[in-house]
């Protein structure tokens, strides 16, 4: 369910920030670009586990501020195929069911207890109609149709 994903990326640290330790101004713009955050294959960002390595500090003419590329390790949140999960029903139609994974988002729904089938990065869509769903950057799908699953009071 949680995994480690180390990343190296090349961030630009604000000029505000320079005021800050350099570890310090670092942490504080991985968490402004990642955390809370779905980062395409990999899940949901939940917390910067640590910073492996820092490397440059350049200025690039005209910009002032400081260009940085650092190694480091995010905790993501990624189910995988086969894991079961509990989570709060949000919807239910003829398409299936709606669940919001419980410790994401607080419901006072029935809980359900569902195995993963997949986990799906929809592509971001340019523009939505204006009575579209809220865009869903990560999925999961699953299914309820097995011994143990189904509403957590069944069982």
Not at 15 to 37: G, M, Q, S, Y
Request: some cysteine.
């Amino acid at each position: 369910m949680f995994v480690l994903s180390k990343l190296r990326d090349t961030l630009r640290i604000p000029p505000a920030n320079l005021v800050l330790p350099l570890l310090d101004a670092i942490t504080l713009e991985i968490h402004r670009l990642f955390l809370d955050k779905v980062v395409k294959d990999l899940g949901l960002c939940v917390s910067l586990y640590d910073i492996q390595s820092i490397e440059g500090g350049f200025v690039f003419p005209g910009d002032g501020a400081p260009t940085y590329t650092v190694e480091f390790q995010l905790v993501m949140f990624r189910p995988f195929p086969g894991e079961i999960l509990v989570a709060k029903l949000k919807k239910c139609d003829k398409n299936g069911l709606v669940c919001n994974v419980d410790g994401f988002f607080r419901r006072h729904n029935q809980e359900v207890r569902f195995r993963v089938l997949k986990v799906r990065y929809p592509p971001i869509p340019l523009e939505q109609e204006r009575d579209a769903q809220p865009f869903a950057p990560m999925e999961v799908i699953g299914d309820i149709n097995s011994d143990g699953l189904g509403l957590v009071s069944w069982w």
